[in-house]
C-alpha cells in the first residue's frame, strides 16, 4: 500500500512538474511549425505568471487571473511578432530581448506581490474532500490546467495532421515563398501561430504562480521556458514525442523529492543542476544526428519573409 | 476554330510595375488568343517574371489594365487568378517537399475536399494526359521531372483557359521536353491558352505560334517564331548584333591535371545522390563538359573535387598527380585548383563585404596574409585587377557584393578563380542566369584558359553551351558518370538518353 | 494612403549608427511614460538616472567600475555573434572564473606570493574558458546548439556557486551567511583610484578594444568569423573551418567573461556569496548589439549600459523603486533598437491611395 503511495505521488508530482513545460512547449511547437523560432518564451512565461497572480488575487477569480496571463503572454508575443515579421528583426536576437525585458517587467509588475500566499487551484476546485486517503489527497494535487496538459498534445497532434489549417501551417513552415505564391498569407497565418504560443507560455507561467508553487516571486519561473524550447528541438517537432520529453523532465525535475523519498542527502544545490544537465545530455543525443533533425525541422525556421509584391 | 473572332483570352495593356529604383516593367501590352501558344522571350532581368507574377496575381502592377476575354478586371491574389482559370507552374516548383503529392496539390487548389476524393481526381486526370504521378509519395523523393509532372497536374486539375509555364525545359532532358510539348499542344488543341516563357530559341520554334520579346522592361518586338530565325529573335532580345566567342585549338595529349579513380561518396545531405564509381581524367588544355539533370550528383561530384566533401582515400582525387582526396579546399587551391560555385551570393561572394574582401576569400593563400594579418594593399590591387580585366561593372572595391548583377558577380568571381593561375578550373552553371553578353565573355576566359594550357571541367544544364566550348562530353545520371566522349562525336540526342539514365551500353542502340 | 516597408538597393550605413542613438531617444521617451504609470514626476526620476551619477568622481568611477564587466562580456559576445555563434552564457563563465579565481584567493592568500595576482587572473579565464568549451565540444562534436547549451550552464553556474559558498567554502565564521571568507589583502586588486571602487580590471579592459579590433578587422581570423557568420556556404568553399571559429570564439567569449568574473569578487566584492552579478552575462548581449558588434561602439555602449545600473541604484535609494526598473529599461532599450535596425535595409514607402484605389474601381 505504501509503495503504491508512492508511485501514485511520484506520478502526481511528474504530471505537475510536465504540465509547464507541456504548455509551453506546444505553443512552441506550433510558432515553429509555422516558420518562427520565438526564443521568449522564458520572458512570456514570467509575464503570465506575475500577470495571472496578480489577476487572481486582486479580482479572487482565477479564471481571470489564468485569461489575463494568457493575454500577457499572447502581448508580448504580438511585440515579437511586430519587430520580427512586419520590421523583419533577427528572430533570435528578438526572443533574446524578449526574454530579458520579461524578467524585468514581470519583477517590476510584481514587486508589491511577493510573498503574498495563495491557494493553490486545485484546493480551490475539490475543498469537501479533503479528509480522504493519502491517494485521492494526491490525485486532488492535478488541477484542471494539469488535466488541460494531458489534453493538449492529443488536440496539437489531430490539428497538424489532420485539419486543413494544419496542413497550411505546415506549408508555411516549410517554405513561405511557394505559400505566398500560391496565394497563403505568411504573416496573417505566423501572428497567429506566434499569438498562440504566447498565450501557452502566458498559461505554463500562470500555472506556476497559482498552482504549482502557488505564489509570486522574480524569475520563478528558472529556465522551464528555455527547457521547453529545448525540448521542441528533441521532440524533432513531434507532438507525441514532445508530450513524452515533458513527461520525462517532470520526472527529473522532482529528482529532489526522490532523493528524498530513497533517503538520500545530497545538496540541494546539486539536485537543482539535474534539469539543466538533461536538458543539454537530451539535446546531444537529438542532435548527433544532424540529417535527421534537417529533415524534420521546418525548413523556413528562423528565416525572415519579406513578400516583394 | 476561329480565334480572330474571339475576344482574346488574356490582354494586357500599358502594364507599369516599379521596384525601389527600378521599371521592372515599363507599358507593356500583350494579347493571347483561346487555344494560342504565345511565347515571352526576354534575358533576365528584361521583366519576363514580373509580367507573370501580375498575371497570377503575386504582384499589382501601378498603372495598366489586364482583360479577360474582352472584360476589364482586377487580380488582387492567386486565388482570384486561379478562380478565374488562370495556373502556373513555376520555374522554381512551388511545391512544399517534406509533403506529399496530394497534399501539396490540395494546397494549391484551396479547396476542401477530403484527400482521398482528390486522390481519385488526381488519377483521373494524370490518366488522360498521359502523366504518371503518384498522389501518396512525398514530393522530397521526387525527381525534377516528376516534380514539374505534379505542377502540371495540379494546373489541370483545374481546368485552366490560360496556363502559365516558366522555364519549363532547364530541368528536363530533351526527350522529357518532347513530352511535355505533346502535353501543351494537346492542352492548346482543346481551347487552353498557353504562356511559355524560355530562352531557349529552338524549342520556342518548334512549339509556339506567337512571340512577345522583352527587353529593359518594355516591348521590343513580336514575331511569328515558325517563321523568325533564331539569330533575329535573339538579336531582339540583346538589343545589337550577338558576339560570339572564339575557341583557339585545343592543345592536344597534355599532361593529366585532374585524375578521379573510383570514387564512391555517399551524400551527407538528407536526399543527396550517392557518387558511384566516378572515374574520369582531364588533361591541361581540355575542356571536359559534364551535362545531367539538376540532382543526379552535380552538386556532390563538385564538393568532392573541390575539397569541401573528403574522400576515403588519397588517391582517388589527383590534383596535378598529388594525391588529396584527403586534403581539404585550401590545400587543394595550392595545389593550383580553382573552383567556380554554382551560388553566386552567399558561396562564390558575400552579400555584405566589399569586393576587396570578396576577392580574398578565395586568394589567401596566395600572399595576401602575412604573420597572420591581411595585406589590405595587395588585396585591393587584387580586386582592382579583376575589375578592370573582366569589365565588371561595379562602383569600385569598396562595392558591396549585394550591389552587383548577376552577371556582373559572375564575372567577378571568375576573375578572381582565373587570376590566380589555376592548373585546373571547375565551374558549375558558369553562365546560369545571367545576361547573353556576360555569359559570352565568361565562355571566352573559359576557353581562352584552356588554350593557355589549363584544364576546364563545366558542369552545365545547358547542352548548347557545352557542345559549343567542350572538348569531351561525359554525363552525369543517378551519380554514376558515362565514359566522356569527343564532342564532335557525340550528338545532343545521344547526350539526351544518357541524362535520362540510360548508360550507353544498354540504351542508346535500339532507342535510336 | 498605405505605407509599405521597400527593400533598400544597399544597407544605409548611416543607418547603423543612427539607430542605437534613436533607440535611446526612444526608450527616454519610453522610461518617462513608465515612471509617469508608476507614479513618478519623469524629469526628476530621469535626472537621477542618468544625471546625478556622472556629478561625483566617485560616481564616474562606479560608472567605469560597472562598464568593466559589461565591456569584457560584450566584447567576446560580439565577437561570438560575428559567427553566428550565440554565446548566452556570459553569465555563466562570469561565474565560473569568479569561483575559479575567487579558489586561487582563498587557498593562496595571505602568504605574499608574488604570482597570487597574476595565477587569480589566469584561473577566471581559465574557469570562463573551461566552461565556454564544453558547449564549443557539444556544438562541433555533437551539433548541439549553443544557445541553449551556453544558457543551461548558466543555471549549473549559478547553483555551483550556490553550492560552495552554502558548502565547502562557506566561512565557518560567517555566522552562518552562505558566504565565503573574505579574500587576504594580497588577494585583492590594486585601486586606480584612491577613495574609489575603480581597480586595475578597468584597464584590462579598456585594451580589449582595440585587441578585438584588430582581431576582427585586420586578420585572417578576424576574417575567417567574418565569413563564417556572413555566409557559412561560402566558408564552407574557402576551405574555413566553422568547428575551428566556433572554438575560437567561444573560447575568447569564455575567457573574458571569466576574467571579468574574477575581476568583480576581487576587485569591489573581496569575496564569494550567492549572487555576485546583477546580471552583466546577459545585459552584455545588449551592450554588443548596441555597440553594433564592433568594440568601439561597445566600448561606449558598455557605459550607457553601466550607467543605467548606476541610475537605477539611485533610484531604488532616493525615489524607492524597484531595482526591476533597470532590467525593464534594459529589455525596453534592446526592443527600439530592434525595431530601428529596420530602416538600415528597408525605407518605409508611401504607397500612393490613388495607384490602389485605382485598381480596386477597375
Known amino acids: ?309 | 476554330m476561329n480565334a480572330s473572332a474571339l475576344p482574346p483570352r488574356l490582354r494586357l495593356t500599358g502594364i507599369v510595375k516599379r521596384y525601389a529604383a527600378t521599371l521592372a516593367n515599363d507599358g507593356v501590352s500583350l494579347s493571347i488568343a483561346p487555344g494560342e501558344i504565345h511565347a515571352l522571350l526576354g534575358e533576365n532581368g528584361a521583366g519576363k517574371s514580373t509580367l507573370v507574377k501580375i498575371i497570377y496575381g503575386v504582384a499589382r502592377p501601378d498603372a495598366g489594365t489586364i482583360e479577360w476575354e474582352g472584360k476589364e478586371i482586377n487580380i488582387p491574389d492567386p486565388n482570384a487568378a486561379r478562380r478565374l482559370g488562370v495556373g502556373m507552374v513555376f520555374q522554381h516548383f512551388s511545391l512544399f517537399e517534406s509533403l506529399t503529392v496530394a497534399e501539396n496539390i490540395a494546397l494549391g487548389l484551396g479547396a476542401t475536399e477530403s484527400i482521398a476524393d482528390l486522390t481519385t481526381r488526381i488519377a483521373a486526370v494524370a490518366r488522360r494526359y498521359g502523366l504518371a504521378v503518384e498522389p501518396g509519395r512525398h514530393v522530397h523523393h521526387l525527381s525534377v521531372g516528376e516534380r514539374q509532372r505534379v505542377e502540371i497536374v495540379r494546373c489541370l486539375l483545374q481546368s485552366p483557359r490560360l496556363l502559365i509555364m516558366d522555364e519549363p525545359t532547364s530541368v528536363l532532358t530533351p526527350q522529357e521536353a518532347e513530352g511535355l510539348f505533346d502535353v501543351l499542344r494537346r492542352l492548346a488543341a482543346e481551347g487552353c491558352s498557353v504562356l511559355y516563357i524560355s530562352h531557349k530559341l529552338e524549342e520556342i520554334k518548334a512549339l509556339c505560334e506567337h512571340a512577345t520579346v522583352l527587353r529593359a522592361g518594355r516591348v521590343v518586338g513580336e514575331c511569328d517564331p515558325r517563321i523568325a530565325s533564331e539569330q533575329q529573335m535573339a538579336e531582339m532580345m540583346i538589343g545589337g548584333a550577338l558576339p560570339v566567342a572564339h575557341r583557339s585549338a585545343p592543345l592536344h595529349e597534355g599532361k593529366p591535371c585532374l585524375q578521379v579513380s573510383k570514387l564512391t561518396l555517399a551524400s551527407d545531405e538528407p536526399f543527396g545522390t550517392t557518387l558511384r564509381d566516378i572515374s574520369l581524367q582531364l588533361r591541361d588544355g581540355q575542356i571536359l563538359g559534364i551535362a545531367g539533370v539538376a540532382g543526379n550528383g552535380q552538386k556532390e561530384l563538385l564538393a568532392a573535387l573541390a575539397g569541401e566533401r573528403r574522400a576515403p582515400q588519397a588517391d582517388s582525387v589527383l590534383v596535378c598527380g598529388t594525391p588529396a582526396g584527403h586534403l581539404g579546399p585550401t590545400a587543394r587551391r595550392r595545389l593550383g585548383l580553382s573552383f567556380i560555385p554554382e551560388e553566386r551570393l552567399g558561396r562564390g561572394a558575400i552579400a555584405e563585404f566589399p569586393l576587396s574582401e570578396n576577392g580574398l576569400l578565395t586568394a589567401y593563400p596566395h600572399g595576401f596574409v602575412r604573420a597572420g594579418l591581411i595585406r589590405y594593399g595587395a588585396v585591393n590591387k587584387y580586386a582592382a585587377g579583376i575589375i578592370k580585366r573582366f569589365a565588371v561593372k561595379a562602383s569600385g572595391i569598396d562595392a558591396r557584393g549585394s550591389s552587383l548583377s548577376g552577371g556582373n558577380m559572375q564575372k567577378f568571381i571568375v576573375g578572381r578563380e582565373i587570376g590566380t593561375n589555376p592548373r585546373v578550373l571547375l565551374a558549375a552553371h558558369p553562365t546560369w542566369g545571367v545576361d547573353i553578353g556576360a555569359a559570352i565573355a565568361i565562355r571566352q576566359a573559359l576557353m581562352d584558359l584552356a588554350a593557355a594550357g589549363s584544364g576546364v571541367l563545366v558542369v552545365s544544364e545547358d547542352l548548347a553551351e557545352l557542345f559549343e566550348i567542350s572538348d569531351f562530353i561525359a554525363v552525369l545520371s543517378g551519380g554514376r558518370l558515362s565514359a566522356p566522349k569527343p564532342a564532335r562525336e557525340t550528338t545532343v540526342e545521344e547526350v539526351g538518353l544518357l541524362m535520362g539514365g540510360r548508360m550507353a551500353a544498354e540504351g542508346a542502340a535500339h532507342a535510336l | ?362
Open chain 1, 1 to 309: 500500500m505504501h509503495e503504491l503511495e508512492i508511485a501514485v505521488a511520484i506520478l502526481v508530482a511528474t504530471l505537475r512538474a510536465a504540465t509547464p513545460l507541456v504548455l509551453a512547449g506546444f505553443g512552441e511547437l506550433i510558432a515553429e511549425r509555422s516558420g518562427v523560432l520565438n526564443l521568449g518564451v522564458e520572458g512570456m512565461m514570467l509575464m503570465g505568471a506575475s500577470v495571472g497572480f496578480i489577476g487572481t488575487v486582486a479580482t479572487g477569480s482565477p479564471i481571470i487571473g489564468l485569461l489575463l496571463a494568457m493575454l500577457a503572454g499572447a502581448a508580448l508575443a504580438m511585440v515579437f511578432g511586430v519587430l520580427t515579421l512586419s520590421l523583419m528583426a533577427n528572430q533570435v536576437a528578438t526572443g533574446l530581448a524578449l526574454t530579458i525585458f520579461g524578467v524585468g517587467f514581470s519583477a517590476l509588475v510584481g514587486v508589491k506581490w511577493i510573498g503574498i500566499p495563495l491557494e493553490g487551484i486545485a484546493t480551490d476546485i475539490w475543498p469537501s474532500l479533503s479528509s480522504s486517503s493519502p491517494i485521492v489527497q494526491q490525485l486532488m494535487l492535478l488541477d484542471p490546467i494539469v488535466w488541460l496538459a494531458v489534453l493538449v498534445p492529443f488536440l496539437i497532434h489531430r490539428f497538424i495532421y489532420r485539419t486543413r489549417a494544419g496542413l497550411v501551417l505546415r506549408a508555411v513552415g516549410e517554405s513561405h515563398d511557394v505559400a505566398h505564391a500560391l496565394g497563403y498569407s505568411v504573416l496573417k497565418i505566423r501572428y497567429l501561430a506566434v499569438a498562440f504560443g504566447g498565450a501557452m507560455s502566458g498559461l505554463a507561467g500562470a500555472y506556476l504562480s497559482l498552482a504549482y508553487t502557488p505564489m509570486w516571486s522574480e524569475n520563478m519561473v528558472a529556465g522551464r521556458g528555455w527547457i521547453a524550447l529545448a525540448l521542441v528541438v528533441f521532440s524533432t517537432w513531434k507532438p507525441a514525442w514532445l508530450a513524452l520529453g515533458s513527461l520525462l523532465f517532470g520526472f527529473v525535475t522532482i529528482a529532489q523529492f526522490q532523493a528524498e523519498a530513497l533517503g538520500l542527502a545530497l545538496s540541494p544545490h546539486l539536485l537543482a543542476m539535474l534539469p539543466y544537465l538533461a536538458t543539454i545530455v537530451v539535446l546531444v543525443l537529438i542532435s548527433r544526428d544532424a540529417t535527421r533533425l534537417k529533415l524534420n525541422a521546418p525548413a523556413a525556421l528562423g528565416r525572415p519573409f519579406h513578400a516583394t509584391a
Open chain 3, 1 to 362: 494612403m498605405r505605407y509599405r516597408l521597400e527593400a533598400r538597393a544597399r544597407p544605409a550605413q548611416a543607418m547603423v549608427w543612427l539607430s542605437p542613438v534613436l533607440a535611446a531617444a526612444l526608450s527616454v521617451i519610453g522610461i518617462s511614460v513608465l515612471f509617469a504609470v508608476l507614479g513618478r514626476n519623469p524629469v526628476q526620476a530621469l535626472d537621477v538616472l542618468f544625471i546625478q551619477p556622472l556629478e561625483t568622481l566617485d560616481g564616474l568611477a562606479e560608472l567605469a567600475l560597472k562598464a568593466t564587466p559589461l565591456l569584457l562580456c560584450a566584447i567576446g559576445i560580439a565577437i561570438g555573434c560575428r559567427a553566428e555563434v550565440w554565446n548566452i552564457g556570459a553569465e555563466g563563465q562570469f561565474t565560473v572564473g569568479a569561483i575559479a579565481g575567487g579558489g586561487v584567493a582563498l587557498t593562496f592568500g595571505g602568504h605574499d606570493y608574488w604570482w597570487l595576482q597574476p595565477a587569480m587572473l589566469l584561473a577566471g579565464i581559465g574557469g570562463g574558458m573551461a566552461w565556454a568549451a564544453i558547449p564549443a565540444l557539444l556544438k562541433t562534436k555533437f551539433n548541439a546548439h549553443e544557445i541553449l547549451t551556453t544558457l543551461m550552464l548558466t543555471y549549473v553556474a549559478i547553483q555551483l556557486l550556490g553550492y560552495v559558498v552554502h558548502g565547502p567554502w562557506k566561512d565557518p565564521e560567517g555566522y552562518s551567511f552562505p558566504q565565503t571568507k573574505q579574500f587576504a589583502p594580497d588577494a585583492m586588486l590594486p585601486m586606480l583610484i584612491d577613495e574609489t571602487r575603480l581597480h586595475i580590471g578597468a584597464m584590462f579592459a579598456l585594451a580589449s578594444v582595440p585587441l578585438a579590433a584588430l582581431l576582427l578587422g585586420r586578420s585572417m581570423m578576424g576574417f575567417r568569423i567574418r565569413t563564417v557568420g556572413a555566409a557559412p556556404a561560402a566558408a564552407r568553399y574557402a576551405g574555413f573551418s566553422r568547428n575551428t571559429v566556433v572554438w575560437v570564439c567561444l573560447l575568447l567569449s569564455g575567457g573574458l567573461a571569466g576574467l571579468a568574473g574574477i575581476f568583480e569578487v576581487a576587485g569591489p566584492d573581496g569575496q564569494l556569496t550567492p549572487v555576485i552579478s546583477p546580471g552583466y552575462g546577459f545585459a552584455a548581449i545588449i551592450v554588443a548589439f548596441l555597440g553594433r558588434l564592433n568594440p568601439f561602439g561597445i566600448l561606449f555602449s558598455s557605459l550607457l549600459m553601466a550607467l543605467l545600473y548606476l541610475g537605477g541604484e539611485g533610484l531604488q535609494v532616493s525615489m524607492q523603486l524597484p531595482i526591476a526598473v533597470t532590467g525593464t529599461i534594459q529589455g525596453m532599450l534592446l526592443f527600439f533598437l530592434l525595431a530601428a535596425d529596420v530602416f538600415i535595409n528597408y525605407r518605409v514607402r508611401r504607397v500612393p491611395a490613388r495607384a490602389a484605389r485605382a485598381l480596386t474601381h477597375a
